[in-house]
């Protein structure tokens, strides 16, 4: 069907994978595999083919560039010139990816995937948020997958100082998973970031699609941080694609014993190397960030006298606060509620706060 990208109708024929296009590529210009495609019975099978010969394959990618028009969605294919430079090299890069809003680098094009457990502490969320605020502060894209736990605190730690974020689904564009981060993702397109997924529209998020859907995840970053995996986490996966893909792989260590961190402290048993902020992650890459890039508070000198007991990677009790300040409850809830209404604060279950 004329107009059609040769890249889809293929991606939309029966029977059809990425691995299957980049071989018939290798062959002929792809227009041609589609005119002939009963040319190549050792690569197409029988369905594919009759898929094809039909038209059946050229209608079903129009419906996609239809629907994708009226989303606001870009279908871009492999070998389009902004397709992401470090994602063409992995081992089976996607024939086309699902995009929406902007890949365009803004500032340069250094970027960081940050991943971890999906049932994370409230530090481990704390740690991410501001890891992937002061790594988006320097001009690092923080790329994760809109998960639930880390993925969602790194996004959201990007987004906290105007930087950019993209995030990998597993599932269609309109079809996104988990449904309670539909706001983020919106947030993530309005910062000049981006939502993106191989699978085409209509796509459920099948638990199979997420192993497949790391491996874009770690080969989109020069790095992946591991923050909080245990011993079954997909953030191993993750990782262990990265460090086939000649990535290299940062975790932060967890408290020995700590289920929900037995994962990370074996990458780095097995070498990744320990990371615990911004400014490890940053040294590893072989830059150093600006004394604003800091959200730690080391060199931030800080009036209020609560604030100076806390910190923005560490979640702090009441009890904790107490102790720190020698304040009574009483004034430190009162105090915690004004600041709460300036924005120097947030509050996490527990209840537990963060120096923002």
Same mark, same amino acid.
């Given at each position: ?21 980049r071989?018939?590529?290798?062959r002929?210009?792809?227009?041609d595999?589609?005119a002939h495609?009963?040319?190549?019975t ?5 369905v594919?083919?009759?898929?094809l ?18 989303l606001?969605v ?21 024939a086309?990816?699902?995009?929406r809003?902007?890949l ?7 970027y ?17 948020r ?20 880390i993925?969602s ?6 987004l ?39 699978y ?18 770690? +080969?989109?970053s ?6 909080? !995996?245990?011993? =079954?986490?997909? $953030?191993? %996966?993750? *990782?262990? @694609?990265?460090l ?6 940062y ?11 037995? +994962? ?8 990744? !190397?320990?990371? =615990?902020d911004? $400014?490890? %992650?940053a *040294?590893? @890459?072989?830059?150093k ?43 430190i ?19 537990l706060?963060?120096?923002?």
């Amino acid at each position: 069907m004329p107009g059609t990208d040769p890249f889809l109708t293929l991606a939309c024929a029966s029977g059809v994978n990425a691995r299957t296009i980049r071989a018939l590529r290798v062959r002929m210009p792809l227009e041609d595999v589609l005119a002939h495609p009963g040319e190549h019975t050792d690569v197409l099978s029988p369905v594919s083919i009759a898929s094809l010969r039909s038209g059946d394959a050229a209608r079903l990618a129009e419906t996609e560039q239809a629907r994708a028009r009226t989303l606001g969605v870009r279908i871009l294919s492999f070998d389009a010139s902004d397709y992401p430079p470090l994602v063409r090299e992995i081992y089976d890069p996607p024939a086309v990816l699902y995009i929406r809003g902007s890949l365009s680098e803004s500032r340069n094009d250094d970027y960081v995937s940050i991943v971890g457990s999906r049932r994370a502490t409230s530090r481990g969320l704390a740690l991410a948020r501001c890891m992937a605020g002061d790594l988006a502060r320097e001009g690092l894209t923080v790329v994760s997958g809109l998960a639930r736990g880390i993925d969602s605190a790194a996004h959201r730690g990007a987004l906290d100082v105007h930087g950019r974020t993209i995030a990998i689904l597993g599932s269609g564009l309109d079809r996104l998973y988990p449904p309670e981060n539909k706001d983020l993702s919106r947030a993530i397109i309005d910062a000049g970031g981006a939502v993106v997924t191989e699978y085409a529209f209509g796509v459920p998020p099948y638990p199979a699609n997420f192993p497949r859907r790391n491996r874009i995840i770690a +080969g989109w970053s020069r790095a992946v941080v591991v923050i909080e !995996a245990g011993t =079954r986490s997909g $953030a191993l %996966v993750t *990782a262990r @694609l990265a460090l086939e893909e000649g990535r290299d792989v940062y975790a932060v260590p967890g408290w020995p014993g700590d289920g929900g961190s037995e +994962g990370a402290n074996q990458l780095i048993r097995d070498g990744a !190397a320990l990371v =615990r902020d911004a $400014a490890d %992650v940053a *040294a590893e @890459l072989g830059l150093k960030l600006t004394k604003d890039g800091l959200s730690m508070g080391r060199s931030e000198v800080i009036q209020d006298e609560l604030l100076q007991a806390m910190r923005p990677d560490q979640p702090s009790s009441i009890e904790d606060l107490q102790k720190r300040s020698g304040w009574p409850a009483s004034a430190i809830l009162r105090r915690l509620t004004e600041l709460e209404i300036g924005d120097r604060v947030r509050r996490l279950p527990g209840p537990l706060f963060l120096r923002s």
